[in-house]
């Protein structure tokens, strides 16, 4: 394929692909040809401002440091809109075997999504190839990559998530460790836990207990009005209620679902109601006799559709991530009315410990994180592992996936 019509291609995801106003910055600059930029200041103090509706980026593998430093050049006044790399690597850059290229090249992706917030919409690469038989050269290949900045990702879901460092489950699951190990406590001044029942004390730990930001739930609880009082979602009571029982006692509008409890929907207390529905991606039921309804099928049937979700709990036993799976990649809008997620993961879904399964969880993570959801609770569930003191080499295939922890994120 020739590279101009790759990058044709590549901006048609971002339906952009007649834009005019473009600029091609070549990595090392004595590389660069007439049509394209000179970068000849990349010092960490004064790197270049770099504009253009469209920006090209081409570069050698080797040249890394650079390329990152000429994606911190882009201007992010809303002028960018498409960032498109093509990386080119040669058998003469690899030292020590391929897969030194390809942890290069890892790094440098996750340098552009995690530290310079550009997300990948489309990639496509140029096979290794040989010139002409009677005048052979080194091998190389070229991996085109598309990124849009994170303010224009809009509706677009987020659909790709570099492999974290060799790509391998160990590597995988310490990427995710690291993710639910490290809330960011700070984001909230007064968190609360709510719930949980004495019976269901572990050592330090209470079963069916939710941290819980009250910064700007506070101010709704007291609220008099059913307008303008707290809503909340609890998605899986199991015959617990102490966490719906506890936000319904400070003044909340609660609704809670669960299909498998047996009992009829029904009205709890003055702004409580259980009902007997399930949440599901489709309608179809896990078993004949559930009532399953999308998320957006809730809303409508409660009539809440546009009004805001303060608190949106899911406890479902392994079904959060079909849930946020369908969400965040068909419907990515739809939690931008939600305030608050808690939720419970469960090792189902983790079957075999498989690095592209392992992934697929940290990009839905991830793609909470990109969408303003800000982790700032995390606890480990006593029926697993805790992953902060996992030892990853030597216990990955004994787990197989048997962790559970308590996530708390609140939009930021």
């Given at each position: 394929?020739?590279?101009?019509?790759?990058?044709?291609?590549?901006?048609?995801?971002?339906?952009?692909?007649?834009?005019?106003?473009?600029?091609?910055?070549?990595?090392?600059?004595?590389?660069?040809?007439?049509?394209?930029?000179?970068?000849?200041?990349?010092?960490?103090?004064?790197?270049?401002?770099?504009?253009?509706?469209?920006?090209?980026?081409?570069?050698?593998?080797?040249?890394?440091?650079?390329?990152?430093?000429?994606?911190?050049?882009?201007?992010?006044?809303?002028?960018?809109?498409?960032?498109?790399?093509?990386?080119?690597?040669?058998?003469?850059?690899?030292?020590?075997?391929?897969?030194?290229?390809?942890?290069?090249?890892?790094?440098?992706?996750?340098?552009?999504?995690?530290?310079?917030?550009?997300?990948?919409?489309?990639?496509?690469?140029?096979?290794?190839?040989?010139?002409?038989?009677?005048?052979?050269?080194?091998?190389?290949?070229?991996?085109?990559?598309?990124?849009?900045?994170?303010?224009?990702?809009?509706?677009?879901?987020?659909?790709?998530?570099?492999?974290?460092?060799?790509?391998?489950?160990?590597?995988?699951?310490?990427?995710?460790?690291?993710?639910?190990?490290?809330?960011?406590?700070?984001?909230?001044?007064?968190?609360?836990?709510?719930?949980?029942?004495?019976?269901?004390?572990?050592?330090?730990?209470?079963?069916?207990?939710?941290?819980?930001?009250?910064?700007?739930?506070?101010?709704?609880?007291?609220?008099?009005?059913?307008?303008?009082?707290?809503?909340?979602?609890?998605?899986?009571?199991?015959?617990?209620?102490?966490?719906?029982?506890?936000?319904?006692?400070?003044?909340?509008?609660?609704?809670?679902?669960?299909?498998?409890s047996g009992g009829a929907s029904h009205k709890r207390g003055l702004r409580h109601w259980f009902h007997a529905w399930g949440l599901g991606?489709?309608?179809?039921?896990?078993?004949?006799?559930?009532?399953?309804?999308?998320?957006?099928?809730?809303?409508?049937?409660?009539?809440?559709?546009?009004?805001?979700?303060?608190?949106?709990?899911?406890?479902?036993?392994?079904?959060?991530?079909?849930?946020?799976?369908?969400?965040?990649?068909?419907?990515?809008?739809?939690?931008?009315?939600?305030?608050?997620?808690?939720?419970?993961?469960?090792p189902e879904g983790f079957e075999g410990m498989q690095a592209r399964v392992i992934r697929q969880r940290s990009l839905l993570l991830h793609h909470l994180e990109k969408r303003g959801f800000t982790l700032f609770k995390s606890r480990v569930n006593v029926n697993g592992p805790n992953?902060?003191?996992?030892?990853?080499?030597?216990?990955?295939?004994?787990?197989?996936?048997?962790?559970?922890?308590?996530?708390?994120?609140?939009?930021?």
């Open positions: 394929m020739q590279s101009s019509s790759l990058e044709e291609r590549l901006l048609e995801p971002v339906q952009s692909p007649k834009m005019r106003n473009r600029t091609v910055i070549r990595v090392p600059a004595y590389d660069c040809e007439d049509n394209c930029k000179v970068l000849t200041d990349l010092r960490p103090d004064k790197p270049p401002a770099i504009t253009g509706q469209v920006v090209f980026i081409h570069g050698l593998i080797t040249q890394s440091y650079d390329i990152r430093r000429s994606v911190e050049a882009i201007r992010t006044d809303g002028t960018n809109k498409v960032l498109i790399t093509a990386i080119t690597t040669k058998n003469r850059h690899i030292k020590k075997g391929e897969e030194n290229f390809a942890l290069e090249l890892y790094n440098l992706f996750h340098s552009l999504y995690f530290h310079h917030n550009w997300i990948p919409v489309a990639a496509d690469h140029q096979d290794c190839t040989k010139s002409h038989r009677h005048r052979p050269q080194r091998r190389h290949c070229i991996t085109w990559v598309a990124w849009i900045p994170l303010e224009g990702l809009g509706r677009l879901p987020l659909t790709y998530i570099p492999p974290a460092a060799d790509g391998s489950s160990e590597s995988e699951l310490q990427r995710l460790a690291s993710f639910l190990t490290r809330p960011t406590e700070d984001v909230c001044r007064n968190m609360q836990k709510l719930g949980g029942t004495r019976q269901n004390v572990y050592i330090d730990f209470i079963d069916g207990q939710y941290a819980v930001c009250l910064d700007r739930l506070l101010p709704k609880m007291l609220s008099m009005s059913m307008a303008n009082s707290c809503l909340v979602y609890s998605f899986g009571v199991n015959d617990d209620w102490s966490f719906d029982d506890a936000l319904h006692g400070r003044g909340c509008e609660v609704h809670s679902f669960d299909p498998s991606t489709r309608t179809n039921a896990l078993k004949p006799e559930w009532k399953m309804l999308t998320y957006a099928q809730i809303r409508q049937k409660l009539g809440h559709e546009g009004r805001p979700v303060d608190v949106l709990k899911l406890d479902m036993e392994g079904s959060e991530w079909s849930f946020l799976e369908s969400t965040l990649m068909d419907h990515p809008s739809m939690l931008d009315a939600v305030d608050q997620l808690i939720m419970e993961i469960h992953l902060r003191s996992f030892d990853f080499s030597n216990r990955l295939n004994e787990t197989q996936g048997h962790f559970m922890y308590e996530l708390s994120f609140i939009k930021i």
